[in-house]
């Protein structure tokens, strides 16, 4: 893939507008050969699950669940397919990444190995690509704004091939939905993002006893791609909706998200396939910074579940995040203090500011059992969401050497005049006294 002069500091930013299938067009023609690649990519032996299992697994539970809980998403995809020229399941499985590598496990090393619910683990072990998300509200700025931040740390392929892209979605008035800024994998409909309603998301991959390989063999329950949730919930107009639509999303493996609003709230949430675990910040801290291991005490006292990270820099980030910006969490915190706390290079290149190992230690712990085989990752882009200003300010890269860039996002600022789904007779809130 060519890389013209412009975008070799900053990814390439795709404006869309319209209703689903359109603004699907538009990013799948503005940024094809990137889709094109990413779907060649995820499809190479090895690099997610065996191509018949991911496949039955799209056409058999993802695509029909997806048509029934969030059809938006599936017009958008097939509008991503049609502009790019590849397949609705290609799209899907960009979209479902992050889930099919749950099964990249030789299928003799899986055999009878069961999860908490009776599931076989085809794949026990994801590959361990990490990020560092953060929020902080507004007493801790010093500009008075809230920001909800992150380290992606992702294959390293992303960011040399220049395969990420920022997505600004401006959807049709019809809809009722506020505008996006997203950063992502192209084709994807959101990794992280922010709303013109003040809402922003990042998120941290988590691995648990309870994530396990739908199979449409059996009486599965419904379960769709995780990251979708992740653009659902930018698409809600308050942070109630969203955390509604997190406790019902349909899913089989964990994930956490980092949630924030311009109103001056934040929390994270654990995810499994059976649970939410909330994690609030301390009432005088006014931030929170999470990593890639369960942290919930509820979690972590239990005995039938446990966290299935392997171990790493998910140990240490958050504590070394927490120690560049502590010192200025009292008011004073600026975007530059941020940037340069996210550039930290403890345990580099496998740091807080990661970078591509070119001789990794895998040839001392590779044996290990249980020992998930990583290829070069690195921080892909570092990335700051400011709820209150609605502005982007993000690089192409790890922080440390990153040309930041910022763009700002328009759309609706409120809700007020947004059309409401007119509910049927029988499906209205309860009245609970």
């Known amino acids: 893939m060519r890389i013209n002069a412009e975008e070799k500091h900053s990814y390439q930013h795709v404006v869309v507008r319209g209703l689903p299938y359109d603004r699907g067009l538009s990013h799948g023609q503005q940024a094809k050969d990137k889709v094109q690649a990413n779907v060649e990519y995820y499809k190479q032996p090895g690099k997610l ?3 018949d299992v991911m496949y039955m697994i799209i056409k ?19 509008g991503i397919a049609d502009g790019a020229s590849v397949s609705l399941e290609d799209i899907v499985l960009l979209n479902a990444r992050y889930d099919l590598a749950r099964l990249n496990r030789p299928a003799e090393e899986a055999k009878g190995t069961l999860n908490s619910n009776g599931h076989t683990l085809d794949g026990e072990y994801e590959h361990a ?25 992702m294959s390293a392929r992303l960011w040399l091939t220049d395969a990420i892209i920022y997505l600004e979605v401006h959807p049709d008035p019809s809809e009722g939905k ?42 599965d329950k419904a379960v769709m791609p995780i990251s979708l949730l992740r653009r659902m919930v930018l698409e809600c107009s308050h942070i109630s909706e969203a955390f509604t639509a997190i406790q019902q999303f349909p899913r089989h493996v964990s994930n956490n998200l980092t949630l924030a609003t311009a109103e001056g709230f934040g929390m ?29 005490k509820s979690f972590l006292s239990r005995d039938d579940v446990y966290d299935r990270y392997p171990g790493g820099s998910s140990w240490f980030r958050r504590q070394r995040l927490e120690q560049g910006v502590r010192p200025y969490t009292k008011g004073l915190l600026t975007t530059e203090q941020l940037i340069k706390a996210f550039s930290d290079h403890l345990s580099y290149p496998e740091a ?15 044996d290990l059992p249980g020992y998930p085989f990583r290829g070069t990752t690195a921080t892909v882009t570092c990335v700051i969401y400011n709820l209150s200003q609605r502005t982007i300010t993000t690089c192409k890269g790890p922080p440390c050497q990153g040309h930041f860039k910022t763009f700002s996002l328009g759309g609706p600022r409120n809700s007020i005049g947004f059309e409401r789904k007119k509910y049927g007779e029988g499906l209205e809130r309860p009245e609970v006294p």
């Open 178 to 219: 506020p505008s996006l800024f997203l950063v992502t994998e192209a084709g994807q409909l959101g990794r992280s993002g922010m709303n013109s309603l003040g809402i922003g998301v990042t998120a941290n991959s988590l691995m648990s006893t309870e994530d396990y390989s739908p199979d449409q063999r059996v009486d």
């Open 129 to 153: 690509n990490e990020c560092t998300s953060s929020f902080f509200l507004k007493e801790t700025t010093a500009s008075g704004d809230v920001l909800n931040a992150q380290n992606w740390d």
């Open 268 to 296: 994270c949430l654990e995810i499994t396939p059976n649970r939410v675990y909330k994690v609030y910040c301390e009432i005088d801290d006014s931030y929170l910074i999470h990593t890639n291991h369960f942290t919930e």
């Open 49 to 51: 699950a065996e191509r």
């Open 60 to 78: 058999n539970l993802y695509v029909p669940n997806i048509e029934a809980h969030y059809p938006a998403g599936l017009e958008e995809m097939k």
């Open 352 to 366: 807080l500011c990661c970078h591509p190992d070119k001789d990794p230690l895998d040839r001392v712990i590779g």
